[in-house]
């Protein structure tokens, strides 16, 4: 079956950087469109960041120009490239794999991501 598991979530300061990576399983990697979401305490949870099966990508206004997301397609993997982190940016971060021709969408189990001094 489909697995996400993700990595690379913790503690840092303000204005410092972290690089989630999701690893996944059970599927064919190429075909997928893959993001990253997040969700705060008492939020919604967010789209942070996506990218399409032709490799454009889009991002939240709120992480534009600190966060970049890319695919290692030897690897299997999505990464998210997080600098100049911010206190609001604390929330759990979860990696996101979609297929939509045939309405098939999955779910990592999520990583926490605490920003503060």
């Known amino acids: 079956q489909v697995q996400l598991v993700e990595s690379g979530g913790g503690l840092v300061q303000p204005g410092g950087s972290l690089r989630l990576s999701c690893a996944a399983s059970g599927m064919i990697f190429e075909f997928y469109a893959m993001a990253w979401y997040r969700q705060a305490p008492g939020k919604e949870r967010e789209l942070v960041a996506r990218m399409t099966r032709g490799g454009s990508t889009n991002y939240a206004d709120s992480v534009k120009g600190r966060f970049t997301i890319s695919t290692d397609n030897t690897k299997n993997t999505v990464n998210l490239q997080m600098n100049s982190l911010k206190p609001e940016d604390t929330a759990v971060y979860y990696c996101?794999?979609?297929?939509?021709?045939?309405?098939?969408?999955?779910w990592g189990q999520g990583t926490q991501v605490t920003v503060s001094p």
């Open positions: 996101y794999a979609n297929l939509p021709d045939y309405g098939l969408a999955y």
